[in-house]
């Protein structure tokens, strides 16, 4: 189970910190993967934090690259998406999920998703 | 960066109907590499299908995946009233990308 939590209301320019808490699995080797929607819109990757075993280095899509940062807390289950200089077209409901979990290649394990809304 | 555009945009079928939906690639896509996902009004997506054509765990054999290359379908055999939902294609690498999706409506 993933338990997404940090959303809120923000103003552009500002910083905003996400976490996922993982339960009912190893933390170490998932990769974790942030995935975003805006509103009406289609779904977008943001980034990857691929597993310990696979070097644990992360990996982010162009429009996030240089501003959003994602870590994890491996004692605490929990990975991270810090969001910084956000802009209003950052306002979205973002989910973490497990790539590969599961399933070879697939985001399969979703959470609820948190919102994020940038606006002055 | 790998471009996936799924057709239709929205699809109109009644309940029992057949539903192939299209996702194509604008470069070839390893099918190990080729995912399906279902998304309701509210709800986060759900797997359907990974590797082009495996079922994910617990998902009924009325959807199935196929494809190769560049272009990729998937298939609902007969609709259920809760299949009516947005499906989404997504191909795995660096970055990931999904296509804009496809709406199934009630007709």
């Known amino acids: 189970q993933l338990v997404e939590s940090g959303g809120g209301l923000v103003k552009p320019g500002g910083s905003l910190r996400l976490s996922c808490a993982a339960s009912?699995?190893?933390?170490?080797?998932?990769?974790m993967t942030w995935v975003r929607q805006a509103p009406g819109k289609g779904l977008e990757w943001v980034g990857r934090?691929?597993?310990?075993?696979?070097?644990?280095?992360?990996a982010y899509a162009a429009p996030v690259k240089g501003r959003f940062t994602i870590s994890r807390d491996e004692s605490k289950n929990t990975v991270y998406l810090l969001m910084n200089s956000l802009k209003t077209a950052d306002t979205a409901v973002y989910y973490c999920?497990?790539?590969?979990?599961?399933?070879?290649?697939?985001?399969?394990?979703w959470g609820q998703g948190t919102t994020v809304t940038v606006s002055s | 960066e790998i471009v996936l555009t799924q057709s239709p945009g929205t699809l109109s079928l009644s309940p029992g109907e057949r539903a192939t939906l299209s996702c194509r690639a604008s470069q070839s896509v390893s099918s190990t590499y080729l995912a399906w996902y279902q998304q309701k009004p509210g709800q986060a997506p759900r797997l359907l299908i990974y590797?082009?054509?495996s079922r994910a765990t617990g998902i009924p054999d009325r959807f199935s995946g196929s494809g190769s290359g560049t272009d990729f379908t998937l298939t609902i055999s007969r609709l259920e009233p809760e299949d009516f939902a947005v499906y989404y294609c997504q191909q795995f690498g660096s970055p990931n990308t999904f296509g804009q999706g496809t709406k199934v409506e009630i007709k």
């Open positions: 934090s691929r597993g310990k075993k696979d070097g644990g280095t992360t």
């Open positions: 999920t497990t790539e590969g979990l599961l399933h070879l290649a697939a985001m399969d394990v």
């Open positions: 009912g699995f190893s933390f170490i080797d998932p990769w």
């Open positions: 590797g082009a054509s």
